[in-house]
């Protein structure tokens, strides 16, 4: 951001996970509210935006955006309130208790803020179709991914990066997933599909703590995939990992821009992807390199799998120039300006409140 132009103030939640600390500038104010959840937080916030009155708050959760979007009678006036949704929201509402409930709050209190950024179309037309959020206060712009960094970190290689994976074999092809150990991103799913391969099928290594770590080791024992898939736990610098495989995987039910996807391709690693509700296609459109399998379900994830095996790759060589990080801060410049809303680059579609499902 254009220190001439903006004054920052980053203000944390929870601050007992924080890895990327360290990356914040020295020179951004950075406020650690010490809450362990957003509601806890919420006294807080309040008192921190009327103290100090600043021209933009912009939230980036869906929990924290409601909450605020409900307070905002409370919150001083002459601020621009804007929000960014992270995920495909009526999805994440579906693993809340009392989802309706959720629902009628993002109906009755979204729409008070002045801006929500979605970061895919997919995202956009969910809050619009489902949910009557205005589509004049829906700004598109896609998450950054920061090349030369990346590629940076991809050539880094610890001692453990340099061993080979458990799983590792000369005639195999070694593929890589990340993300969190949960149901959202169909680490599941993956493992049924490895199982559908040929036994001397792809190899995996799959980066990331969770919840279902122990049910995914004992699924991939149960399938007898065990000794073809290495859990690798949690990476601060994941992109060795990236760098040195042979396709990068996307197993996710739903996601809002999935940037890890971006990030393979920074390292010049070819994706296999499910279809799923989130900017993926968007991705593929505009940056190529991308296989999609035709549905989100393990057996059309091992098809796309056998495809990429017998040589089949994305669509065309890869372009990231759309997501490059100055293109996309420039968006966030203007938006935070109270520029007019930037333009998605890819085709729009026309959302109707009365089929939800378009």
């Known amino acids: 951001m254009n220190r001439s132009l903006f004054r920052l103030c980053l203000a944390v939640v929870d601050m007992r996970e924080a890895v990327y600390r360290d990356d914040v500038p020295k020179d951004v104010e950075f406020i650690d509210l010490g809450c362990t959840r957003v509601r806890y937080a919420l006294p807080k916030i309040m008192r921190l935006i009327w103290r100090k009155r600043p021209d933009v708050v912009f939230s980036t959760l869906g929990h924290l955006n409601l909450a605020l979007a409900m307070l905002r009678p409370l919150l001083p006036n002459g601020v621009r309130y804007i929000g960014r949704e992270a995920c495909v929201a009526s999805e994440t509402l579906t693993e809340h208790t009392h989802p309706r ?4 709050a993002y109906r ?3 729409a008070r803020f002045d801006v929500m950024v979605c970061q895919s179309l997919d995202i956009r037309d969910d809050l619009v179709g489902h949910f009557a959020f205005p589509q004049v206060k829906a700004a598109i712009i896609h998450n950054p991914v920061d090349i030369e960094r990346i590629r940076c970190f991809a050539a880094e290689l610890s001692s453990r990066d340099q061993e080979p994976p458990a799983c590792h074999s000369e005639n195999a092809p070694h593929l890589v997933a990340a993300g969190r150990l949960s149901r ?3 680490f599941d799913l ?3 599909a490895l199982a559908l391969c040929d036994e001397r099928g792809p190899r995996l290594t799959l980066l990331g703590e969770g919840p279902l770590r122990p049910a995914l080791e ?3 024992r149960q399938r007898g995939v065990a000794h073809r898939v290495r859990f690798a736990g949690f990476q601060k610098n994941p992109y060795p990992f990236f760098a040195r495989a042979d396709a990068f995987v996307l197993s996710s039910r739903y996601e809002g821009f999935p940037n890890v996807v971006l990030e393979a391709l920074a390292c010049g690693t070819s994706v296999i992807a499910m279809p799923c509700a989130g900017g ?3 991705i593929a459109e505009l940056a190529g390199g991308v296989l999609l399998a035709s549905a989100v379900d ?3 994830l091992s098809v796309a799998i056998k495809r990429f095996v017998a040589g089949e790759t994305g669509t065309r060589r890869i372009t990231l120039a759309p997501f490059h990080v100055d293109k996309i801060v420039g968006q966030y410049q203007s938006l935070l300006s109270g520029e007019a809303l930037p333009k998605v680059a890819v085709h729009e579609r026309q959302v109707s409140h009365n089929n939800p499902g378009c």
């Open 101 to 104: 409930l959720w629902a009628w």
């Open 108 to 110: 009755r209190f979204y």
């Open 190 to 192: 993956l493992i049924e």
């Open 184 to 186: 959202q991103k169909g």
């Open 218 to 220: 004992e699924l991939a």
């Open 280 to 282: 993926v296609a968007e």
């Open 298 to 300: 393990a057996e059309s």
